[in-house]
């Protein structure tokens, strides 16, 4: 079973870098950030408002 997957998805020649534009990596670092400041401090969000 594995060696049909691993045959499927990692073929010689076949790899093909994933084109991301440079906006949409500032986007996922800000979420990422976000998200982590939020899990470390929570008390963070609700003390500005």
Same mark, same amino acid.
Request: positive net charge.
């Given at each position: 079973?594995?060696?049909?997957?691993?045959?499927?998805?990692?073929?010689?020649g076949? &790899?093909?870098?994933?084109?991301? $534009? #440079?906006?949409y990596?500032?986007? =996922?670092?800000?979420?990422?950030?976000? &998200?982590?400041g939020?899990?470390? $401090? #929570?008390?963070?969000?609700?003390? =500005?408002?």
């Amino acid at each position: 079973y594995f060696r049909v997957i691993i045959a499927m998805y990692f073929r010689d020649g076949a &790899t093909e870098a994933i084109q991301v $534009a #440079p906006f949409y990596k500032y986007v =996922l670092l800000a979420a990422t950030l976000l &998200t982590l400041g939020l899990g470390i $401090a #929570p008390g963070l969000l609700q003390g =500005l408002f």
